[in-house]
């Protein structure tokens, strides 16, 4: 387990494809004058870290990479299927102690959320660390390198290869997992703000329509606004 001894080496690591099968090439639809890509990375410079780090395959890295570069990030090539593989070889090529992992789905993180949950023991000591009771779409994962290269040599069934972190909290007694509660203010867990689906898109690019002015939404206003709808986006909410 992590020894949370001395400073870290901290990635923000962003997996992101276009091969996705729900909503194909999700990342270069249109949001907020830009691509939803943009969105979440923008948003992501938001959040505390030494480096910025968009991991993907080699099918995609033509398209995304100039949008990675665009937005101050690092660009990583790595397996397709084996995203879990791939978290562990940018980390090793960024010389990682601990790493945040986003996903491309994501234009709406909770960044403040982010910032405190690494400001926290359990965020920068724990092998394994996300806050409970965010919108779908809006947490983060805090995940110790070291217990993600145990997690990778130990993991073989392809869902827990192509999820990176399942391996790690369904092993408790492996790894110190840590769920702390999400600050109160943006705790609101039946939201939806992820984009996996094209009604899951139409929602937040409703949102960004509405509060959107070149800046990142503050995240205050992204929950008030799903708090006070009469659906919070998704599937689940017909």
């Known amino acids: 387990m992590s020894s949370g001894e001395g400073p870290?080496?901290?990635g923000i690591v962003v997996q992101a494809r276009l091969g996705s099968t729900r909503l194909a090439r999700k990342a270069l639809l249109p949001l907020g004058g830009a691509t939803l890509l943009d969105m979440v990375?923008?948003?992501?410079?938001?959040?505390?870290?030494?480096?910025?780090?968009?991991a993907t395959e080699p099918s995609s890295a033509g398209e995304?990479?100039?949008i990675a570069r665009r937005q101050g990030f690092e660009l990583f090539v790595g397996p397709e299927?084996?995203?879990?593989?791939?978290?562990?070889?940018?980390?090793?090529?960024?010389?990682?102690?601990?790493?945040?992992?986003?996903?491309?789905?994501?234009?709406?993180?909770?960044?403040?959320?982010?910032?405190?949950?690494?400001?926290?023991?359990e965020g920068r000591e724990a092998d394994y660390a996300s806050q409970v009771g965010l919108p779908l779409g809006m947490g983060v994962e805090s995940v110790a390198?070291?217990?993600l290269m145990r997690a990778a040599s130990e993991a073989h069934d392809p869902y827990e290869r192509e999820?990176?972190?399942?391996y790690l909290y369904?092993?408790?007694?492996?790894?110190?997992?840590?769920?702390?509660?999400?600050?109160?203010?943006?705790?609101?867990?039946?939201?939806?703000l992820t984009v996996d689906t094209q009604r899951d898109y139409e929602f937040v690019r409703g949102l960004y329509g509405?509060?959107?002015?070149?800046?990142?939404?503050?995240?205050?206003v992204i929950l008030s606004a799903i708090r006070a709808g009469a659906s919070v986006g998704g599937p689940e909410a017909a």
């Open 170 to 192: 369904n092993h408790p007694a492996r790894f110190s997992i840590a769920r702390p509660e999400a600050p109160a203010a943006y705790r609101f867990p039946e939201g939806r």
């Open 8 to 10: 870290q080496r901290l």
């Open 81 to 121: 299927d084996d995203v879990l593989g791939r978290y562990c070889m940018a980390a090793k090529e960024f010389s990682l102690d601990r790493l945040i992992r986003a996903t491309g789905d994501n234009p709406l993180v909770c960044h403040e959320a982010a910032n405190l949950l690494m400001a926290s023991r």
């Open 210 to 220: 509405a509060h959107y002015d070149g800046r990142p939404i503050p995240s205050a």
């Open 41 to 54: 990375l923008s948003r992501l410079l938001l959040v505390e870290a030494d480096l910025r780090v968009l």
């Open 163 to 166: 999820h990176v972190c399942p």
């Open 64 to 66: 995304l990479g100039p």
């Open 145 to 147: 390198v070291e217990a």
